[in-house]
């Protein structure tokens, strides 16, 4: 008797999931973790091997009895491209079924090309990078593709920043697809850190966190439980669109005194500018190559950098606070190449404001974290999306709505 | 073959549920609802109709083979208990298995006592409603008892308004059902108002929602495809303690700047008592009671009133964006006293807001409401939860973080 009848799907992805997070697992232990029957777990396994997707690894330890054969996963049985599209660079990653990264790959951005030669150029990257590292074609489950949101599946981006707009409506993903061959899933580039963070094991399972990811934007993915939080539209998370001054400077979203608008990396570049500690815009910079200036200055301990810094940190940390006080949560991390930079800068100032303020403090702690992966995030996590569509059962998430 | 096997009470509420929200519905459309066996709705249905749960209703029209017997609740069978604790007054509800409100009650607020003193009150005015309608001890499933958070299971309140201090880590669920002998369920105010939203039938299920709450506080419940979204301890939604101005003033919180030390009924209320709009604060007028007649008087065409009303709105409009663009959310019903009574001020800044800048606004429109039950919108969602408890299949909440 079931509420709720499990697809055969559900049962073949909850067996790989169990053995790609138990890393070396029996038959019988896949039976007491998954709940599935005996029978069910030992047709799915047979099947499983025969694709070549798990390899019996030798006998456990025996407990008494006799040793029980173990199952792994095949690392080099399947592939995903995760590929984050980005104003300032095209960032590519191939990630193994294990999830380990096997080649990284950071190229141009997106610049002023029009979208249908970019999308040619990114089919020509990602064979380029399959060929150098010998990945067959045949073992890549698809492309995770990236971007800011927010996104609708038939139409890409509906809402760009100034210097992306071409790419507004764009059918990127129908594009990609016909450009590749591979399948590709579109999803919001901060989700993605939020999935490659909670992939790579950094996050515990049961933890309720954001990947607060500044790059280009300021953005976060939302997992409660290992699932994605994504509202009705997979556009949730966009704390950069937060108001914090009601008639504060113009926002490209349409809003005013967004917290990006205000304390993002575009802001703290222009300030910094405003003040004569960095040189006047140079064709070929991004923004976040001037940002990088900036941070290496104020870690010499520039005071006037530093202290341009601090009040960027002062609203990241309200942006911060947003999150844990509107979605109950237990974690920040601090995630995107702005923090892969200027971390260690931020993270007290985001830290003493959790500490002190968050709502739910009396409740449990709020601890806030930065990102070891924090420059390749979103790339990453965008493999990791796809890797799971393979391996994880489905768990709420609204995945339809945009792959 | 079930990934998660479903258990016993699951099927039962299942079928409970189907019904419910059917009104009146055959053996064998609960199979096709359900997704259960035949055999499994036949003795589970045999069972309810023994326990009194369930009525057969008549015949339905044949479509061809022999007409079916029909299934209906009996609202009668069961009742809840909604209680709805705050500083300007106590709210209770009677509502009956079919969601229906039999009683409605509303005596003082909590005032200056002591909680033991006040948990006495509550049990006598619980017992004196429930004698006064007629309905029997033996048929309450049990008392839902909602109040501001941050709550836990354990202490109750733990972070409390100046005016309610004295509830800080005060054991309140236990004491009451003690007091009253019956099972007390205890949540967050704002949640409870966005389950009676639901519940009431005013929302259509597959909505991702906020019912946005102004009463002494101001608050949200958010609800997704009919999930309350809870977080890491059922303290989400705190939307009114997101800070908007970095050095403003200081909220009770602890933080500096909240929505509702910015823009809340008692800020309010203060900036029109020092424009001389009010009277000196009396002993025994709330909070509530003064904004009742700021709104009279600014309906009435006063413009200082309406002026100090429309930025409060400007405010709360940024809280309803923030939920928007936090939670990819497509509805914010405004609900609480304060929108029951100032919701026609409100509602117009709100959408307005919403529509021109809510950022997923080019992947769908977000439409905000007024509640049609504004002012006892917590303590109908009381009685909900706890009917709730007896008819919804779990999905995903975490109820035990409360219950």
Redesign the interface.
Same mark, same amino acid.
């Given at each position: 008797?079931?509420?709720?009848? &499990?697809s055969?799907r559900?049962?073949r992805a909850?067996i790989l999931d169990a053995i790609r997070a138990a890393g070396s697992i029996s038959r019988v232990e896949l039976v007491r973790s998954?709940?599935?029957?005996g029978a069910?777990v030992s047709t799915t396994v047979r099947r499983l091997i025969e694709e070549g997707l798990v390899v019996e690894t030798g006998r456990g330890r025996s407990t008494g009895g006799k040793p029980r054969t173990q199952l792994s996963l095949d690392p080099q049985a399947r592939y995903a491209v995760g590929v984050h599209l980005d104003q300032a660079g095209i960032t590519y990653v191939i990630a193994d079924l294990g999830g380990g990264v096997v080649g990284r790959w950071r190229t141009a951005g997106l610049g002023a090309d029009a979208p249908p030669a970019v999308v040619q150029r990114i089919a020509d990257e990602v064979r380029g990078l399959l060929q150098g590292i010998g990945t067959p074609q045949d073992r890549v489950l698809g492309l995770g593709v990236v971007a800011p949101?927010?996104?609708?599946p038939a139409a890409g981006m509906?809402?760009t920043p100034p210097v992306m707009q071409r790419w507004t409506r764009f059918p990127l993903a129908a594009a990609l697809e016909d450009a590749t061959g591979f399948p590709v899933l579109l999803d919001n580039d901060a989700t993605a850190a939020a999935v490659g963070e909670y992939w790579g094991g950094s996050v515990v399972p049961t933890?309720?966190f954001a990947a607060l990811y500044m790059g280009t934007g300021l953005g976060?993915g939302i997992l409660?439980d290992g699932v994605v939080?994504?509202?009705?539209? $997979?556009?949730?998370?966009?704390?950069g669109?937060?108001?914090?001054?009601?008639d504060g400077p113009e926002c490209w979203?349409? $809003?005013r005194g967004c917290i990006e608008a205000v304390a993002g990396t575009a802001a703290v570049v222009a300030e910094a500018r405003a003040e004569g500690l960095l040189p006047s815009p140079a064709s070929g910079r991004s923004v976040l190559d001037d940002f990088a200036t900036l941070t290496r200055i104020a870690l010499r301990g520039d005071v006037r950098a530093e202290a341009i810094m601090q009040r960027s940190a002062?609203?990241v940390a309200?942006a911060a606070?947003?999150?844990t006080?509107?979605?109950?949560?237990?974690l920040v991390v601090l995630t995107g190449p702005a923090f892969g930079m200027a971390g260690s800068l931020y993270l007290p100032v985001v830290q003493r404001r959790l500490t002190?303020?968050s709502? &739910?403090?009396?409740?449990?702690p709020v601890r806030a974290t930065v990102s070891a992966n924090a420059p390749d995030a979103a790339a990453v996590g965008a493999a990791a999306l796809v890797l799971q569509t393979e391996l994880t059962?489905i768990r709420?998430v609204r995945s339809s709505a945009l792959v």
């Amino acid at each position: 008797m079931s509420a709720q009848p &499990a697809s055969p799907r559900s049962g073949r992805a909850a067996i790989l999931d169990a053995i790609r997070a138990a890393g070396s697992i029996s038959r019988v232990e896949l039976v007491r973790s998954t709940g599935l029957t005996g029978a069910t777990v030992s047709t799915t396994v047979r099947r499983l091997i025969e694709e070549g997707l798990v390899v019996e690894t030798g006998r456990g330890r025996s407990t008494g009895g006799k040793p029980r054969t173990q199952l792994s996963l095949d690392p080099q049985a399947r592939y995903a491209v995760g590929v984050h599209l980005d104003q300032a660079g095209i960032t590519y990653v191939i990630a193994d079924l294990g999830g380990g990264v096997v080649g990284r790959w950071r190229t141009a951005g997106l610049g002023a090309d029009a979208p249908p030669a970019v999308v040619q150029r990114i089919a020509d990257e990602v064979r380029g990078l399959l060929q150098g590292i010998g990945t067959p074609q045949d073992r890549v489950l698809g492309l995770g593709v990236v971007a800011p949101g927010p996104l609708t599946p038939a139409a890409g981006m509906v809402l760009t920043p100034p210097v992306m707009q071409r790419w507004t409506r764009f059918p990127l993903a129908a594009a990609l697809e016909d450009a590749t061959g591979f399948p590709v899933l579109l999803d919001n580039d901060a989700t993605a850190a939020a999935v490659g963070e909670y992939w790579g094991g950094s996050v515990v399972p049961t933890t309720a966190f954001a990947a607060l990811y500044m790059g280009t934007g300021l953005g976060a993915g939302i997992l409660v439980d290992g699932v994605v939080y994504r509202g009705a539209s $997979s556009n949730a998370g966009e704390v950069g669109h937060v108001c914090v001054q009601l008639d504060g400077p113009e926002c490209w979203c349409g $809003s005013r005194g967004c917290i990006e608008a205000v304390a993002g990396t575009a802001a703290v570049v222009a300030e910094a500018r405003a003040e004569g500690l960095l040189p006047s815009p140079a064709s070929g910079r991004s923004v976040l190559d001037d940002f990088a200036t900036l941070t290496r200055i104020a870690l010499r301990g520039d005071v006037r950098a530093e202290a341009i810094m601090q009040r960027s940190a002062r609203y990241v940390a309200v942006a911060a606070q947003a999150l844990t006080n509107l979605m109950d949560l237990d974690l920040v991390v601090l995630t995107g190449p702005a923090f892969g930079m200027a971390g260690s800068l931020y993270l007290p100032v985001v830290q003493r404001r959790l500490t002190a303020s968050s709502f &739910a403090r009396r409740s449990h702690p709020v601890r806030a974290t930065v990102s070891a992966n924090a420059p390749d995030a979103a790339a990453v996590g965008a493999a990791a999306l796809v890797l799971q569509t393979e391996l994880t059962p489905i768990r709420g998430v609204r995945s339809s709505a945009l792959v």
